[in-house]
C-alpha cells in the first residue's frame, strides 16, 4: 500500500499557531511548535522562548530530555552548576546545548532587547523541573577557546 504523503508528509507550524499552554518557568515565555498532537512528531520538540530585558529564569533542569537551543535575538546568559556557579554568554547565531539534567537558569543581558531563541529537545515531554537553588555569589565564566570555538 502507498504511503499517502499529503496527510503523512512535511508540516508547517506558522508563527501564530505556537502553543503557550506547555509547561514555563518564571522569567521566560516558552510556546511549543513541533509536537506530536501538532505535527504528529514522535521523537522531537521544537518550539521558542523569550527573556525579557535584565530577567532571568529561575533555576531548573529538563530530566533526562537533551536541549539545544538557537539564539535569534539578543544576548543570552546562561548560569548552570549545583549553586549556578558556571556561566557562558550566547549572540545571535550561537548554539548551545544543555545536556540532561544539568541544573541551569536563562539569563538576559540586555537591559533594553528580549532574547529570543529557539529551542529543539531529544523527547516529547515537556519535562521542566524547577529548583531552589542558593546561587554562587560570583560565577566562574567557561570560555571554549580552541580551533574549533575561537575567541571573540
Known amino acids: 500500500m502507498a504511503t499517502d504523503w499529503k496527510q503523512h508528509g512535511i508540516r508547517v507550524v506558522r508563527s501564530n499557531q505556537l502553543d503557550l499552554n506547555t509547561p514555563q518557568t518564571p522569567g521566560m515565555t516558552r510556546a511549543a511548535a513541533i509536537t506530536n498532537a501538532v505535527a504528529g512528531a514522535n521523537k522531537l520538540w521544537a518550539g521558542t522562548v523569550v527573556v525579557e530585558p535584565n530577567a532571568k529564569t529561575g533555576a531548573h533542569h529538563h530530566g533526562e530530555v537533551e536541549t539545544v537551543l538557537y539564539i535569534v535575538r539578543g544576548r543570552a546568559r546562561f548560569r548552570w552548576g549545583e ?15 544543555v545536556p540532561p539534567y544539568v541544573p541551569h537558569q536563562e539569563m538576559n543581558a540586555s537591559p533594553d532587547m528580549p532574547v529570543e531563541a529557539v529551542v529543539v ?13 542558593e546561587s554562587a555569589e560570583q560565577p566562574t565564566e567557561v570560555r571554549w577557546d580552541d580551533a574549533f570555538h575561537p575567541a571573540k
Open 121 to 133: 529537545r531529544s523527547g516529547q515531554e515537556p519535562v521542566v523541573v524547577n529548583l531552589q537553588i
Open 83 to 97: 549553586k549556578l556557579e558556571y556561566f557562558a554568554e550566547a549572540d545571535p547565531g550561537d548554539f548551545i546545548y
